[in-house]
């Protein structure tokens, strides 16, 4: 038998702007809320497991639902906080909602949680109104879905011999290195593309705009 999957969702703070969709993704998920996502949270009628946060840039909420009220200053953010404690509660399964807005230096936090997932063989993706950010597994199928564009980056180490196919512009055992901009902004050929790719890591950014 397979690993069992467990799904769980986090929801950061994000712009008003940016929250029509978090409904999608709510259904058969642990559903976390970090720090200022509770109110976002609250707007959309979507009642979370479990709360998390120092509540610094939001009031502490006044409910019955679980909190777990972290210092103000500590290593970790709220978000990576509420990642690593999904983690150890044994989830496997991430959707990070909220954790890409006009903040830049919390956005990268963000995606070093992913990698910190991806270390654990933990699946975790971040999504927002436009993009889908995930770490690639060494052979991987990427589905079109709504996205028109993607971009591939070697995250922290090179990517070693990456095959893509499906692509407007496939790669055959390429030598991806950290500084290379080679792999942005490719699109889909076909419905679905085909990656692999021998060592290192490998960032998938999915664009609609």
Known sequence: MGKEIKKCLIISGAPESEIEYYNDYVDGRFVISADSGYNKCKKLGIKPDLIIGDFDSSDVPDTDIKTIILPVRKDDTDTFFAVKYAIKQGFNDLVILGGIGSRFDHTYCNVLALNYCFERNVKAVLINKNNKIELLDKKAVINKDKYNYFSFYAFLEDCIKLTTRGT???????????????????????????????SGKLLLILSND
Do not use: G, H, W
Not at 169 to 190: C, E, G, I, M, R
């Open 168 to 198: 407007q512009y496939d790669l055959t055992d390429y030598d991806l290195t950290v500084k290379s901009p080679l792999a942005q902004s490719n699109s889909f050929k076909d419905d679905k593309i085909t990656v692999s790719y021998e």
